[in-house]
């Protein structure tokens, strides 16, 4: 079973530029997760789709980001526009419904603001 | 609001066993997990406790306390390939985000 897919691995943007970053969750699972994870911290949650639904997007910061799922499968996260401070790793995690609904996540997106 | 703490940083040396502590305060609780994430890598499943006692997988074992709002990761036969950062993580409803601690980086000597 292949498992979450993420592109770009690594982007490199100047500040005030846009970005986007793309995730392909495991087939099958209808929950979708893009998480924030600073330099030495855990990730945090930025939204959640339950299939093409954002059921909970109460920590984007919605004056710069924006997502979709469209479908119900893969999303987009685009951050328009990018300052310093958005410079991180953005993962997209995924888990299907049932007893644990463990979280799977990808390798994520290194962002780099200059 | 949310807390989960643990430890920061741990050593131990090839061989050895070391438990790594989580105390969490959530409103609500549904499950606690652990990942093990290695530097510029994903976080990976390790194991999932949603009832009290010991979950057992190998050399990795977790335990849970929901009265005391205590974990802890058993890692025996330490390697060092388990030089990683230790993210304890609670989920507080079914279906929710987990919301993670910082995470305990453990080196692993030989």
């Known amino acids: 079973e292949a498992g979450v897919v993420q592109s770009p691995r690594y982007k490199i943007i100047e500040k005030k530029q846009p970005v986007a970053f793309w995730c392909n969750p495991i087939?099958?699972?209808?929950?979708l997760y893009w998480y924030l994870q600073n330099l030495g911290q855990g990730p945090e949650l930025l939204i959640r789709?339950?299939?093409?639904?954002?059921?909970?997007d109460s920590q984007l910061p919605k004056d710069r980001f924006s997502a979709e799922r469209l479908k119900g499968v893969d999303s987009t996260l685009k951050i328009q526009p990018a300052e310093l401070g958005d410079s991180a790793v953005y993962l997209c995690?995924?888990?299907?419904?049932?007893?644990?609904?463990?979280?799977?996540f990808g390798p994520g997106t290194r962002l780099l603001v200059l | 609001g949310q807390n989960i703490d643990q430890p920061t940083e741990m050593t131990a040396t090839e061989g050895a066993i070391v438990q790594i502590n989580c105390t969490y305060q959530?409103?609500?609780?549904?499950?606690l997990f652990w990942y093990q994430q290695h530097a510029g890598e994903a976080p990976t499943f390790l194991s999932y406790?949603?009832?009290?006692g010991l979950e057992e997988k190998g050399r990795f074992s977790s335990f849970l306390s929901r009265s005391k709002g205590y974990s802890y990761l058993l890692l025996k036969e330490l390697q060092m390939k388990d030089s990683a950062s230790y993210l304890c993580?609670?989920?507080?409803?079914?279906?929710?985000?987990?919301?993670f601690g910082k995470g305990t980086t453990l080196s692993v000597s030989s």
């Open positions: 995690a995924s888990s299907r419904q049932g007893q644990s609904e463990t979280q799977y």
């Open positions: 087939s099958g699972h209808n929950t």
């Open positions: 993580a609670v989920r507080r409803q079914a279906g929710t985000a987990l919301i």
């Open positions: 406790n949603v009832l009290d």
């Open positions: 959530t409103s609500g609780f549904n499950g």
């Open positions: 789709y339950e299939n093409e639904e954002a059921v909970d």
